[in-house]
């Protein structure tokens, strides 16, 4: 006979398997949303900024006749004295003037919209111009290691890349002096341009913009192919929680996701600066003027606009502290990783605080430099504490593991890595001179160099010092120098080959990227 239970034990065993099968189909339905493929969310800065159309019902929305007319066009305006008939000009300003003068109009009241469908119309053309420029430069058809591979799992493009002069070869090319090489044009990597130098500016991998359409210009486009790009989205680790790893979760982060992904990691200012990380704030071709680059008015870009989850996608602009405009060079945006270990930043301007950088990016890199345009377009003012949280967020972001280096000393452990690898570290810190610069652990020396490349170059004068960028995770940051030149590890190699006078064997050359893939 089965035994039998009183009401209250009964009502309690129900309660208990109904809540089971409710939570065990819940929890089915949600593994089953998360393998469906992802509903495409709006970008709530684009939602932001963006006015619903209504219907015209109402008499006062509709347009009169003195709407429509040219009485608000400044040529018509009436002087405030008849007297300025007489003077210079009759008292008007004739020529251009900044705040209504979209920048680089080629006359004084060209009207916005002219120059937009100007540049739009040339954009083919301009870019066609780039393609066969690089072309012309590098074989941009990508070769892939079968193993190696970034930190999500994107395969490493493996090089050479760089097209050498007819009937050349690198060892017959390394061999001749720096004089030789400049006075015959054959230095296989010459300084990388802009696509629209006059113009410059930020300019975004199509990936991204695919994500976030309020970052196109209607002017120029993203001109290296997505295989020489680092990953997107990129890995995030932070060195506050080493044991979580990768904490992206595979997600580009912005403000529409930030805090569901970490109010349980970061602290609240830590959260508050990343905040303020992904707040678009007015810069040169992204902001509500009408001498923008977007076609639409637009709130501006975030810090992890450029910097995508607190390292890069390859974006790029123009460095902004050379003058005048053709003189400033490319400049890719650069990893934060492992900022809580660096003692200047910016590739010239040396700012000695994460603080300063941060500040200060407003006032340089968003507006090429140049804080007139800035008070224009909407000069962003933060206060210290702001900032300060911001920094904060920025010291958290880690470099990749690295498995096989020593953790004190940043060596590598001889019982973990392969014999090309050891062979690559001691070519490292001795006959490829790497070391003098790339000092363990990070892999950096804190100090500004400069690589007088003028030496090679025809018609180049140049960069002049630039700060040393870190090596830590250096496989997951392509493409490589600070304007991108050298699409690939092994380009790389190759540059500093000949620049530094090396003489480097073809399997030396190998080993040491195997070792810097280690780092």
């Not at 040529?75 to 004739?94: C, L, R, W």
């Not at 501006?300 to 390859?314: K, L, P």
Request: glycine letters at 6%; charged letters at 25%; one cysteine or more.
């Amino acid at each position: 006979m089965a035994p039998t239970c009183s009401p209250q034990t009964a009502f309690v065993n129900f309660s208990k398997l109904f809540i089971s099968v409710f939570l065990g189909s819940w929890f089915t339905l949600s593994l089953a949303q998360d393998d469906a493929p992802k509903r495409t969310r709006a970008d709530a800065v684009a939602e932001a900024q963006t006015p619903k159309s209504v219907p015209v019902e109402r008499p006062e929305q509709k347009k009169s006749q003195h709407d429509r007319s040219d009485v608000f066009n400044a040529t018509k305006a009436s002087p405030s004295s008849p007297v300025f008939e007489d003077q210079p000009k009759q008292g008007k300003v004739s020529g251009f003037d900044f705040y209504r003068d979209p920048l680089n109009a080629d006359e004084p009241f060209q009207q916005p919209t002219a120059i937009m469908q100007k540049e739009t119309d040339n954009k083919s053309s301009v870019m066609s111009a780039q393609r066969q420029l690089l072309e012309r430069r590098y074989n941009l058809k990508p070769k892939f290691d079968p193993a190696a591979k970034m930190s999500r799992g994107k395969p490493l493009a493996v090089g050479p890349t760089a097209k050498l002069a007819d009937g050349m070869s690198w060892d017959e090319l390394a061999s001749l002096a720096p004089e030789e090489i400049k006075q015959r044009g054959i230095f296989p990597y010459p300084s990388l341009p802009h696509p629209l130098q006059s113009n410059g500016g930020q300019v975004f991998p199509q990936m991204q913009i695919k994500m976030f359409p309020r970052l196109e210009r209607f002017d120029v486009e993203f001109d290296l192919p997505e295989a020489f790009l680092p990953e997107f989205p990129p890995a995030i680790f932070l060195h506050n929680r080493p044991e979580l790893g990768d904490v992206s979760r595979g997600e580009v982060v912005s403000i529409n996701n930030f805090y569901r992904l970490f109010k349980d990691i970061l602290t609240p200012a830590q959260l508050n600066g990343l905040q303020f990380l992904l707040t678009p704030f007015p810069q040169e071709e992204f902001n509500p003027t009408d001498d923008r680059k977007s076609v639409q008015p637009s709130l501006g870009v975030t810090c992890f606009d450029c910097h995508v989850n607190g390292h890069t996608t390859g974006q790029f602009h123009l460095n902004p502290d050379d003058r005048p405009q053709e003189r400033r060079f490319r400049l890719d945006t650069t990893s934060l990783r492992g900022m809580f270990n660096q003692q200047i930043h910016g590739s010239k301007r040396s700012l000695r605080s994460v603080e300063d950088f941060t500040e200060f990016e407003f006032r340089t890199a968003y507006f090429n430099g140049d804080p007139i345009h800035a008070m224009k377009k909407g000069f962003p003012i933060l206060d210290r504490i702001h900032v300060s949280h911001m920094a904060q967020m920025q010291n958290m972001l880690d470099f990749p593991p690295a498995p096989k280096l020593d953790p004190a000393t940043g060596r590598l452990d001889p019982a973990k890595a392969t014999e090309s690898e050891l062979r690559g570290e001691k070519l490292f810190f001795g006959k490829g001179q790497c070391s003098s610069c790339h000092t363990p652990p990070a892999y950096l020396d804190h100090q500004m160099h400069d690589l007088h490349l003028e030496r090679f170059l025809k018609n180049e004068p140049g960069d002049g010092a630039i700060k040393t960028f870190t090596l830590r995770g250096i496989k997951e940051s392509p493409p490589y120098l600070h304007d991108g030149r050298a699409l690939t590890l092994e380009d790389t190699v190759e540059f500093f080959n000949l620049v530094l006078q090396l003489k480097l064997a073809p399997q030396e050359k190998q080993d040491l990227v195997a070792f810097m893939r280690q780092l």
